[in-house]
């Protein structure tokens, strides 16, 4: 899969294509929006092709020039990042104050950035499922 970052600093946006065919012309079918400031952009085989983001200082939390490429994880893979059940981790974990804030909320559930939550997990003693596996392999 090539992802492409393509930032526009003077207007504070940011699109990130998950496919080289994201940034061609009549690729994107359709859009729809997450948010007020994030949509996101569907292919006519319903696949998502690219994120877009405006506002994209706030949305982020952070400046244009801070942005870098991470890796997306849902409820199941932050769940086995802390190292818990995915039917506890909402309960135990997303909910509490100090847990990082999801990057989006979709009707499928909550996105995080995976740097963050191993940060959390880290600051807080937890080895997840699939960091144990990659340490005993």
């Known amino acids: 899969m090539q992802i492409t970052i393509q930032p ?37 085989e319903g696949r998502v092709v690219g994120l877009d983001i405006t506002n994209a200082s706030k949305v982020l939390g952070e ?33 509490k104050p100090g847990f990082p804030r999801p990057i989006v909320e979709l009707a499928t559930g909550r996105i995080w950035l995976r740097s963050q939550v191993e940060a959390y997990a880290a600051s807080k003693g937890r080895v997840g499922n699939s960091r144990r596996r990659a340490a005993a392999g």
Do not use: C
């Open 8 to 44: 526009d600093r003077d207007n504070d946006q940011l699109y990130l294509a998950l496919s080289g065919r994201a940034v061609e012309a009549g690729v994107v079918a359709r859009t729809v929006s997450v948010t007020e400031d994030v949509a996101m952009d569907f292919d006519k």
């Open 63 to 95: 400046s244009m020039d801070e942005v870098r490429l991470d890796a997306l994880v849902g409820v199941k893979e932050a769940a086995e990042l802390v190292g818990i059940q995915k039917s506890n981790f909402v309960r135990d974990y997303a909910n």
